[in-house]
Each structure stands twice: as C-alpha cells, then as structure tokens.
C-alpha cells in the first residue's frame, strides 16, 4: 500500500519572541567586509557588555569599532546629545580617518530618547565624514537582521547610474538582440544591464559567486556592500539586484521601493542546488542561455559523497536564530537528511519566495513530506517536541545548546553558519563539515561505550 507524501507547503507562527543573538553583533563581519569604514554603537551598558564579551572571542586584531555607552541623562533626554558625538566623531576621524562613520542605535526611540537620524546630516555637514545610521534592536531584528538595516539606510548613499534614461531603456531594448550561446563565444561577457549583488560575503566567496555567473558570460556590475565604502555600486532605474542571504528583506524592499531597482527573485546559493538554482534564475532575465550548469552541479556532489554517506537518513531540526533556516534545511534535505522541523525567528514569503518554492520542489523530489516551518517559534514548545522526536542533530542558538546536550540531543551552534564560507558551488562541503562534526563525535561516544561494555564483560 502507498502512502501519501504531504506536498503543501504552509508557515505557522507560534507567539515565542526572538530568542537570537543580538542583532548589533553583525558589525563582527560587516567592519572587515566595508574596510574603510568605522562602527559606533550608540547604547546602554548592558550593549557594551555584550559586545566585550561576544563578540571579543571573535576578534583578535585591533577592531573598526567602538560603543558609547548611554548615562541615565541620555536615556531621559536631559543631555546634550549631538555635542557628546561629535566629540566621539572627530576623535574617530582624528584617530582612523574613516571613510564612512555608521551608527548603529541599539534600542527603539521609546528606550533612547535620541535622535539620531536628526543629528547625523547636521553632524556629516559639520565634521566631512559620511554617517549612516542604521537601527538594530534586539526588540525588532533577529540576529543577521543587523546587516539588513545597515545594508538598507547604505542603499541610499549609492550614486546613481551614469547614463540617462533614455539610454537605460535603449540598452534594455537592445539586449535581446542575441540569445545564442554560440555568438557570444568569442566575448568576455554578455551586453546586458547592470546586475548588482547585494549581501556581504568574504571577499573569495564573492570572487567565486562573480566567476560563475562569468562562465555564464554576465557580468556582476558591483556588490553592496562594496569592500571600500568610497566603491559603492551605482542604483537606480534599468539596475537590476538579486541577494545572495535570506535576511535581507528590508533591503531587498528598499533596492525596489526607494532606488526603484528590479529585484531578480531566486533561491539563494547555498549547496550545489542552490547555487545552480540561483544561476538558473539571473540569467534568463539578461536573455542568456546556461551551459554547463548541470555538469558542475554533478561534479560537486559527487566530490561530496563521503559527507553524504554520514548524514544520509539522519534527521535534524532546526530551533531558529539566523535566518539561514530554510536554505540550509533545503540542501540538507538534497543531501539525505529528514528535517522534522523549520524554525526561523522571521521570514518574509514575497523574498523568500523562490527559496520556498525550491524547498517544495526539492521535497517532492526526494520523497519526503515538507517539513514543518515555524516562524517565531516558542522555544518551551519546541524543546517538547525535540523530546518527542529525539533527532539526531539540533542546530540551535547557543542558549539551547548545552541544556540539549545534557540530555543527550548533539547540537550545531547555528552562529557557526553565518561566519563560515556556505555560499557557492566550491563551499558545499564546509556546510557539510559543520553538520558532520556533532554526529561523527556522537557516533565515537557510542563506539567507545560498546568498546568499554565489551571489555568489561570480556573481564567478568
């Protein structure tokens, strides 16, 4: 008798709150991407804490960063607010000579009552440095979320595209005048519109991502964020954008809403599937045909089967912190895996979309029901159903993770994730090599308990 496989795809919410890291924490990656830039994290104490002892375990050189911490005054508007920055700015312009200076504001103006986006155009004026303020509280973002702001209140410092509109037009008019992979054989890359990748990734990842859409003859007109702030890409009306992370919907909707840019929806390239989804999705907007997409795909599995051998049938479930949740399950579930459980702190179906369409296919595909998906999961409900389903691997937040593995579920810290190299067809085994760690080192713990079992009866 057959059974029937459920193939609807449906995101519940439960009323759990962001149980994440916090989401100013993003300027650990975002300093060493923007490398002419210089992070001021405008908050209480309690941020200077967290950024000391966070974050300090990450960073061993000489950081672009720095808090200021807020007194009682600050926090009921007493003080002079724009007076005590700009010190703090001309001795960060004294001191480093940055190229840009971004504020990071860690709670809502409800909780500081300062503002922030008032002061900086008066105080860029004053001292000639660019400031950006961008909004991470731990209140309304989830922990990757931090870069989305960042990246959002930045798009509006991009230059606007050189040529006119006249001219954007008559290129995108004249860009399907050749389809043919043949004619184009003897070019470097195809005469399409300016496509601009939004996320920030290591430099090499990046250099990977833009390599392959070479091969496919597009060409990656800059990346936001750029690597110095002075080389931002131009936005604007005929630019078209396509992310490369899953928690970058704010900025997506700025890039479309603000810079009136035309978002190319695709699944983001994280495994093989993904990257070669998301190649599959950029260029039939440019009228350019695919080559060689399956092969390379093929080609990166097939390295990956001593990987895939360990994690086939095992089953993994996902608490929610980073955002990177669907993605992940998705390839894991390509991989072999049984995911009983998506849980994500925030998720934003209209960009998500094409991820979320490619997890269903991916589904059917491998026969498997589509997991459960839960947006602001409780975590007390989901510590349940972990013990009911006792899976095999839990990737969670790192308040989660010692408490499970007291009772016997091995863990994956899920910030792991977000600072490894994940994205692109060359980074499928390093996501592999996260999920593999717990479960080899599980496994080696059985082994050496049978192995003492057997000696000990051996003894007797």
Not at 125 to 148: C, S
Not at 179 to 197: C, F
Not at 198 to 221: H, M
Not at 368 to 393: A, Y
């Amino acid at each position: 008798m057959s059974v029937k496989i459920d193939e609807t795809l449906t995101v519940e919410c439960e009323t759990g709150n962001y149980h994440t890291f916090c989401p100013i924490s993003c300027i650990s990656w975002l300093y060493q991407k923007i490398e002419d830039s210089f992070f001021l994290v405008v908050g209480t104490k309690t941020c200077g804490y967290f950024l000391q002892n966070a974050l300090g375990v990450m960073i061993f050189a000489e950081p672009r960063y720095a808090m200021a911490e807020l007194e009682e005054g600050d926090i009921s508007a007493q003080l002079n607010d724009y007076e005590g920055l700009k010190k703090l700015c001309i001795r960060i312009r004294k001191d480093r000579d940055p190229s840009v200076i971004i504020w990071i504001g860690t709670c809502t103006t409800e909780i500081i009552k300062m503002d922030l986006e008032g002061i900086a155009p008066k105080l860029e004026w004053e001292i000639g440095i660019p400031i950006i303020v961008a909004r991470a509280n731990g209140l309304d973002y989830a922990f990757t979320q931090g870069e989305d702001t960042v990246l959002a209140a930045m798009a509006h410092r991009c230059p606007e595209p050189e040529f006119s509109v006249r001219e954007r037009k008559e290129t995108i008019k004249n860009l399907f005048t050749f389809h043919s992979i043949k004619k184009k054989q003897s070019i470097e890359y195809a005469n399409h519109p300016s496509l601009v990748l939004f996320g920030s990734l290591p430099s090499n990842v990046a250099s990977q991502l833009n390599l392959e859409l070479k091969r496919q003859f597009i060409k990656v007109s800059g990346w936001l964020p750029a690597q110095r702030y002075t080389d931002l890409p131009s936005l604007g009306d005929g630019v078209y954008v396509c992310g490369v992370n899953p928690f970058l919907s704010r900025t997506a909707t700025t890039l479309i809403r603000r810079e009136k840019c035309e978002l190319i929806g695709a699944p983001f390239p994280i495994g093989p599937d993904g990257t070669r989804a998301w190649i599959e999705k950029i260029c039939p907007v440019f009228g350019v045909e695919t080559h060689g997409l399956e092969e390379r795909e093929a080609q990166i599995w097939e390295s990956l089967k001593d990987y895939l051998y360990l994690v086939r049938g095992k089953s993994v479930f996902f608490m929610g912190d980073n955002l990177l949740e669907v993605s992940l399950a998705r390839f894991l579930i390509r991989c072999g895996m049984i995911v009983h459980e998506i849980g994500i702190p925030y998720i934003d179906k209209r960009y998500q979309a094409a991820e979320l369409s490619l997890l269903q296919d991916t589904c059917i595909k491998m026969c498997v029901p589509i997991p459960r998906i839960v947006e602001k999961p409780d975590n007390s409900n989901q510590i349940r159903r972990i013990r009911e389903l006792q899976p095999d691997l839990a990737i969670t937040g790192m308040a989660h993770a010692n408490p499970l593995e007291a009772r016997g579920i091995s863990t994956k810290w899920s910030v792991e994730f977000t600072f490894a190299h994940i994205h692109g067809f060359a980074n499928a085994r390093d996501v592999l090599e996260l999920v593999t760690r717990p479960l080899i080192r599980q496994k080696n713990i059985e082994d050496l308990d049978r192995t003492t079992l057997v000696r000990k009866n051996n003894k007797f």
